[in-house]
């Protein structure tokens, strides 16, 4: 398991029965991005990727 893990778990324990748009997490990351800049890099990742998911990988 990784450190992670226990992150995703709390949140799908607490939250896991809502339903959300990608608008609201969009701007979730982005308040959470203007709070913690160092994390910027890892937040722009994550949103790219769940961005292409339906991509044809290459």
């Given at each position: 398991m990784y450190f992670t893990d226990r992150g995703i778990e709390e949140l799908e324990n607490r939250r896991g029965d809502e339903e959300v748009s990608f608008?609201?997490?969009?701007?979730?990351?982005?308040?959470?991005?203007?709070?913690?800049?160092?994390f910027e890099t890892p937040v722009e990742r994550?949103?790219?990727?769940?961005?292409?998911?339906d991509d044809e990988e290459e």
């Open positions: 608008g609201w997490l969009a701007e979730q990351l982005r308040v959470f991005t203007d709070i913690n800049p160092e994550l949103a790219t990727w769940l961005a292409r998911l």
